[in-house]
């Protein structure tokens, strides 16, 4: 069965830091791109970073770059995201997902794990 | 970035009723159009991929159409486990993917 866990998620104050996990089975990790999405009520679904199968490339959103550092580690089939100098902006309930080759539509997700930023 | 506006934002209807959902996106995307269905306390799920494809394992009362700008999702006769929220989400412009706002289909 393909699955996507993610944890780490926390109550941490502004300018705090966190490290999100996401465990994966059910499919060959190393070869697929795989990516961070966030929820919030006001501004819906927004995607916050992505990786490469090897883990040679990554990109973030504009509102995270700098602060925020994805990684993989394919022997142990999971996926990171380091997140450091947290705003109140950055809370949100965080999505990892994976990203078919083929289509670029995310076709896995995970049940989410909640970051709250609040002093 | 590209701006993905989705209508009605919210709808209601009936069981067995036929419902259409729109997506615009702000530039031409060609057909890389997704749609996902979000059911409360749960992770989105892909039904349609690059506009028209259902995902495997979706019923065929949905089904997606359009390319350019506008998009449609269609579901032909509404069952009581198809109310949800449901969200555009445009893989032209990758990595910078944008979702639409979403549209809360309701029970009326």
């Known amino acids: 069965e393909v699955q996507l866990v993610e944890s780490g998620g926390v109550v941490v104050q502004p300018g705090g830091a966190l490290r999100l996990s996401c465990a994966a089975s059910g499919f060959t990790f190393g070869d697929y791109s795989m990516l961070w999405v966030r929820q919030t009520p006001g501004k819906g679904l927004e995607w916050v970073s992505l990786?490469?199968?090897?883990?040679?490339?990554?990109y973030y959103a504009d509102s995270v770059k700098g602060r925020f550092t994805i990684s993989r580690d394919n022997s142990k089939t999971s996926l990171y995201l380091q997140m450091d100098s947290l705003r109140t902006e950055d809370t949100a309930l965080y999505y990892c997902?994976?990203?078919?080759?083929?289509?670029?539509?995310?076709?896995?997700w995970g049940q989410g794990t909640r970051v709250t930023v609040s002093s | 970035d590209i701006q993905m506006t989705q209508s009605p934002s919210s709808l209601s209807a009936s069981v067995g009723d036929r419902v259409t959902i729109t997506c615009r996106a702000s530039?031409?995307?060609?057909?890389?159009l997704n749609w996902y269905q979000q059911k409360p306390g749960k992770a989105p799920k892909l039904l349609i991929y690059t506009a028209s494809y259902l995902q495997s394992g979706v019923p065929s009362r949905f089904s997606g159409s359009g390319a350019g700008t506008d998009f449609t999702l269609t579901i032909s006769s509404l069952q009581p486990e198809d109310f949800a929220t449901y969200f555009c989400?445009?893989?032209?412009?990758?990595?910078?993917?944008?979702f639409g706002q979403g549209t809360k289909l309701e029970i009326k």
């Open positions: 990786i490469i199968g090897d883990g040679s490339r990554t």
């Open positions: 997902a994976k990203v078919n080759w083929l289509t670029k539509a995310f076709d896995m």
């Open positions: 989400q445009q893989s032209y412009s990758t990595p910078m993917y944008t």
């Open positions: 530039q031409s995307i060609s057909n890389f």
